[in-house]
T-cell receptor, first 114, second 113 residues
Framework: GAGVSQTPSNKVTEKGKYVELRCDPISGHTALYWYRQSLGQGPEFLIYFQGTGAADDSGLPNDRFFAVRPEGSVSTLKIQRTERGDSAVYLC????????????FGPGTRLTVL | KQEVTQIPAALSVPEGENLVLNCSFTDSAIYNLQWFRQDPGKGLTSLLLIQSSQREQTSGRLNASLDKSSGRSTLYIAASQPGDSATYLCAVSRDNYGQNFVFGPGTRLSVLP
């Protein structure tokens, strides 16, 4: 597609539930990134994929968070046993190389955990 | 650990003014620096990308400079317009491989008509 797309745009869930957030990167981009942005703050890095593999997952806050990119294109961020503190905007970005050409961001998914 | 700060946190100016937004980072061993714009409730729009070997980049009314040795970048906006109102974020690459940006908290700009 023309840009990075993310679905859903908004997700409201109850504490303890499981959620999946989807990212569709720019066609041909091999690198994909997930970030989390809390209100009034800059995005914080979660995980980076190069192709199908997670090259760096050091930003994932705990083992409730997991992400996959099985075919090297679409990625899914999965959150188990959601907590109210998980409420944030989850941003996805992609780039054509390792980031040297800059990153292009999607519109984000706003997750609210009640 | 790389830390990025932005000053001021918020800025309000009348239309037509030239303005400067500041970004500082603690580790000068960066691969590149990118300035973004974020409108309320929206994703990030890339404005300018500066490689570590470059000193500045220009696009229209925007000019970004980079002083890697001192850990600073500035974003200059000429002849500001109400449509420039947004939050401006700077981000530096985490390492020499150009991966995984570390973001500043942003400067919230309001340009008054």
């Amino acid at each position: 597609g023309a840009g990075v797309s993310q679905t859903p745009s908004n997700k409201v869930t109850e504490k303890g539930k499981y959620v999946e957030l989807r990212c569709d990167p720019i066609s041909g981009h091999t690198a994909l990134y997930w970030y989390r942005q809390s209100l009034g703050q800059g995005p914080e890095f979660l995980i980076y994929f190069q192709g199908t593999g997670a090259a760096d997952d050091s930003g994932l806050p705990n083992d409730r968070f997991f992400a996959v990119r099985p075919e090297g294109s679409v990625s899914t961020l999965k959150i188990q046993r959601t907590e109210r503190g998980d409420s944030a905007v989850y941003l996805c970005a992609s780039s054509s190389t390792g980031g040297g050409g800059g990153q292009f961001f999607g519109p984000g998914t706003r997750l609210t955990v009640l | 650990k790389q830390e990025v700060t932005q000053i001021p946190a918020a800025l309000s100016v009348p239309e037509g003014e030239n303005l400067v937004l500041n970004c500082s980072f603690t580790d000068s061993a960066i691969y590149n620096l990118q300035w973004f714009r974020q409108d309320p409730g929206k994703g990030l729009t890339s404005l300018l990308l500066i490689q570590s070997s470059q000193r500045e980049q220009t696009s229209g009314r925007l000019n970004a400079s980079l002083d890697k040795s001192s850990g600073r970048s500035t974003l200059y906006i000429a002849a500001s317009q109400p449509g420039d109102s947004a939050t401006y974020l700077c981000a530096v690459s985490r390492d020499n491989y150009g991966q995984n940006f570390v973001f500043g908290p942003g400067t919230r700009l309001s340009v008054l008509p």
